[in-house]
C-alpha cells in the first residue's frame, strides 16, 4: 500500500516512531544490491529519512560511487505482518550540524546515545515512495 511521504498516516508514522532494526539497501558499483541493518529516522515535514554511520563504511561508498547525484536507495523495517519502506536518493552529508541533528534524532527513536564517532556522517535520503502495511 502506498503513503503519502510528506502526510503519512499516523499508524505508518507510529510504526516508523517505533523502536526497529532496519535494513539499507544501496546498489554496489556492478549494480548488485548491499543490504545491511541500521537504524533509520523518518522526518516526513522534510521529506527525509536519515541514517548514520561512519564515513568508511561500505554503505556510504557505494553512495558516493554513484555520483553527486546520489544513489537511488530504499530503507525497510518489518515485524510480523507489518512492513515498511521508503524510497528515495541518497547523498552523504558531513556538516557538523546535520550530524548533530541526526544523532538527536537516533537517540529519540533508539532510546541510546551513539558512542562518539569521529568519522561520523549522514546517509540522508531524499524521499520519493513511502510504501506498508499493517
Known amino acids: 500500500m502506498a503513503h503519502d511521504v510528506r502526510d503519512p498516516s499516523p499508524d505508518f508514522?507510529?510504526?516508523?516512531?517505533?523502536?526497529?532494526?532496519?535494513?539499507?539497501?544501496?546498489?554496489?558499483?556492478?549494480?548488485?544490491?548491499?543490504?545491511?541493518?541500521?537504524?533509520?529516522?523518518?522526518?516526513?515535514?522534510?521529506?527525509?529519512?536519515?541514517?548514520?554511520?561512519?564515513?568508511?563504511?561500505?554503505?556510504?561508498?557505494?553512495?558516493?560511487?554513484?555520483?553527486?547525484?546520489?544513489?537511488?536507495?530504499?530503507?525497510?523495517?518489518?515485524k510480523k505482518g507489518r512492513w515498511a519502506t521508503l524510497e528515495g536518493r541518497a547523498t552523504v552529508r558531513t556538516e557538523p550540524e546535520v550530524v548533530a541533528d541526526a544523532v538527536s534524532r537516533y537517540t529519540e527513536r533508539y532510546d541510546r546515545t551513539p558512542a562518539p564517532n569521529p568519522d561520523r556522517v549522514v546517509i540522508e535520503i531524499a524521499l520519493e515512495r513511502a510504501l506498508g502495511r499493517g
Do not use: M
Not at 507510529?14 to 554496489?28: G, I, S, Y
Not at 558499483?29 to 523518518?42: A, I, L, N, R, W
Not at 564515513?55 to 530503507?75: D, F, H, M, Q, Y
Open 13 to 78: 508514522l507510529a510504526f516508523w516512531r517505533e523502536h526497529h532494526v532496519c535494513t539499507l539497501t544501496t546498489p554496489r558499483p556492478d549494480g548488485s544490491p548491499h543490504v545491511v541493518p541500521v537504524g533509520v529516522t523518518y522526518d516526513p515535514e522534510a521529506g527525509l529519512a536519515r541514517v548514520i554511520t561512519s564515513k568508511n563504511s561500505t554503505k556510504v561508498a557505494n553512495i558516493l560511487a554513484a555520483g553527486p547525484e546520489g544513489a537511488r536507495v530504499a530503507v525497510c523495517q518489518v
